[in-house]
């Protein structure tokens, strides 16, 4: 196997596990799927109930079994309804985490100016000066990073005059199975 097909395969790993993280992480939007308590916490909170709007204000903290979420302001936007106001996958209509935002799911860690997630569309998109994915010690980084929920397709892309970075440091593992597939074709 080529070192390209293992770079190829770690990307598809990387991308199928933040997407179960994307879809599990941010189940605070869809608390009636969990049986885990999603517990938030934040300096202020204020409802629009007639704007269909939640904020969370000052070091909002976002936990939910093994996920955590961090930052200095989260926006819940739901859809306009007749009836009571209740946080469901089907009543948000996009979640923005603003300022120092930090997700941290199992051994995959974000680090991002901005996070919206949009369930109708299943996307999370995080983006700044520099959003970074990890996982151990691999990065990845961009200006902007896409996660399609359907497709378990991400989109890692730069500003203008900038490129993506990625890392990644391979295993003692990962290294002897190179090697080995190398002498044996």
Known sequence: MSLVKIIEQYLLRL???FSLFAVYGLAFAETHN?????HIQ???MMASPHKQFIVFKGNVMVKQENI????DELNVYMFSSDKSVSITRESVKKINAIGNV???WK????????AIYLPPENKLMVSGNMARLYQGKNTIAGSSIILN???DQIEISSKKGEQVEAIYEFSDQDMKNFHRQKRNP
């Open 107 to 114: 051994e995959y860690r974000i680090e991002a100016d901005t």
């Open 15 to 17: 991308t199928i596990m």
């Open 68 to 71: 955590q979420l961090t930052a």
């Open 102 to 104: 930090r997700i941290q």
């Open 34 to 38: 969990s049986q885990h308590p999603v």
């Open 42 to 44: 934040a300096d202020k």
């Open 149 to 151: 929920l359907l497709t």
